[in-house]
């Protein structure tokens, strides 16, 4: 089926890609085929023709919050960044491409002279991955500054989603929910001074630089916020920081992340995931739910 699905995108596929090349982790097994489209039309194409076939389809942009497990992922991936990455800026009125960076993105506004996007610049995922989780940091949220989004369902169709349509909760969206694809988003900022806006970026990256082990792979903050608590120093106080399975490592520098400290693979950090929860349940009574997203197959026995 996948040969067939190569010859009506005319040899568009990669065949046999290793996931840990595609993930901030640097962590997963081989996705049957990977299409990188280069437009819509050839995105549209791509769902279309997958669905027809029954082909299962995932699609990631950047990587930066994904776990994929050891025995990779069936079917087609479809991955968003480096490609539909264009952004047109029209008064504070922002609009782009759901594969544009948000550190690119974030840059391209404070030239502009728009302020409100600062607390993404630092974040290192796609513009259509960061809706599609809502991501935020610091003071800000994608909830705060988008407006609206043009997706396409599983099939190929089109739709356009309003503000409530997308359905923002904390690191969530009605994007989730659906299964909808983010293909054209619109934010609306705010008028600012560019080198206020620009000073600011520069702070907070140097915060996060502090406190954060960025010079190691990892998927960012693996535990959503527990209501009440906050999970980094939860799992410190439980005693767990550079606590290590295989070379799965809990950060040092900040007790929320899992680094990979050399070769881990997805089974390391999903016993690592599962040992912090246990013993942070154990110790605080406080439920962790990871925040990542771990997708793809466990690895077979004879493999
Ligand atoms: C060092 C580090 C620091 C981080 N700091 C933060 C932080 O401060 N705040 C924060 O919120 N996150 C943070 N993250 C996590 C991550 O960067 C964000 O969640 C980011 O928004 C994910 O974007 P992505 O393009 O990498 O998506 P991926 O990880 O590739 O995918 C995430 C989800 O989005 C979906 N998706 C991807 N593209 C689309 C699309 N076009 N339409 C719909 N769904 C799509 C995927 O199917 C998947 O379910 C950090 C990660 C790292 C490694």
Redesign the pocket.
């Known amino acids: 089926m996948l040969d067939k699905l190569n010859e009506l995108l005319g040899g568009a596929l990669r065949l046999d890609e290793p996931m840990s090349r595609?993930?901030?982790?640097r962590i997963g097994g081989l996705a049957d085929a990977m299409l990188i489209p280069r437009d819509v039309v050839e995105l549209k194409a791509g769902l279309h023709n997958a669905r027809r076939l029954n082909i299962p389809i995932?699609?990631?942009?950047?990587?930066?919050?994904?776990l994929v497990r050891d025995g990779g992922i069936r079917g087609l991936v479809i991955?968003?960044?480096g490609t539909?990455d264009w952004v047109h800026i029209n008064g504070n009125v922002v609009r782009a491409g759901?594969?544009v960076?948000?550190s690119t993105l974030a840059h391209r506004a404070v030239d502009a002279g728009l302020k409100g996007l600062e607390?993404?610049a630092?974040?290192?995922?796609?513009?259509?991955?960061?809706?599609?989780?809502?991501?935020?940091?610091?003071d800000g949220?994608?909830k705060d500054v988008v407006t609206c989004?043009r997706?396409l369902d599983y099939a190929g169709e089109e739709m356009e989603l309003s503000y409530d349509d997308l359905g923002f909760g904390y690191?969530k969206?009605a994007?989730?929910q659906k299964g909808?694809?983010?293909?054209e988003v619109t934010l609306e900022l705010e008028v600012g001074d560019k080198e206020e806006s620009l000073a600011k970026i520069t702070e907070l990256n140097r915060r996060?630089r502090e406190k954060?082990?960025?010079a190691l792979?990892?998927?960012?903050?693996v535990f959503k916020r527990p209501p009440g608590h906050y999970a980094g120093p939860l799992i410190e106080q439980a005693g767990l920081k550079g606590c290590r399975i295989g070379d799965a490592e809990v950060s040092t520098l900040h007790a929320g992340?899992i680094v990979n400290v050399g070769n881990a693979t997805a089974n390391d950090v999903l016993a690592l995931i599962k040992h912090v929860q246990s013993t942070v349940q154990e110790k605080f009574d406080v439920t962790l739910e990871p925040?990542?997203?771990i997708?793809g197959e466990d690895k077979g026995e004879d493999e």
């Open positions: 595609y993930t901030s982790f995932t699609f990631i942009g950047n990587g930066s919050n994904l991955k968003l960044s539909l759901c594969g960076l948000l607390f993404a630092g974040i290192p995922g796609t513009l259509g991955g960061a809706v599609n989780m809502n991501a935020g940091a610091y949220e994608m989004a997706v690191r969206s994007l989730q909808l694809l983010a293909v996060r954060q082990p960025i792979p990892s998927a960012g903050s992340f925040e990542i997203r997708i």
